[in-house]
């Protein structure tokens, strides 16, 4: 809790080990983890199996109302919803990790 808001913490490696979503009230700050329509490179290649576990599982998980603000997008979009994302987004469309790793 931070006042009046609850913030829920999600470790989601994959960009980096200590990755981290925030999910706050119908929003989710999901870093370099799941952007609009990709998802972050893989830097460490000792978490290369993790990117896929954290896209393909817990996006799905949540509300697809849910608003996402990714760290960045290089096209001036703000942000999506983890319903547009799994409707649209090619990345979570793999459904097996050889295929979301290439």
Do not use: W
Request: with cysteine; aromatic share 4%; hydrophobic share 30%.
């Amino acid at each position: 809790m931070l006042g009046r808001l609850r913030i829920q913490v999600q470790h989601t490696p994959g960009h980096t080990r200590d990755s981290t979503c925030l999910a706050v009230e119908d929003r989710v700050f999901t870093g370099d983890t799941l952007l609009i329509g990709a998802t972050g490179r893989t830097i460490c290649r000792a978490v290369t199996r993790k990117p896929f576990t954290t896209a393909s599982s817990q996006s799905v998980a949540l509300d697809p109302a849910l608003k996402v603000f990714p760290a960045h997008d290089y096209k001036g979009r703000g942000s999506t919803t983890i319903g547009q994302e799994i409707a649209n987004n090619p990345r979570l469309q793999k459904r097996d990790r050889a295929e979301f790793s290439r």
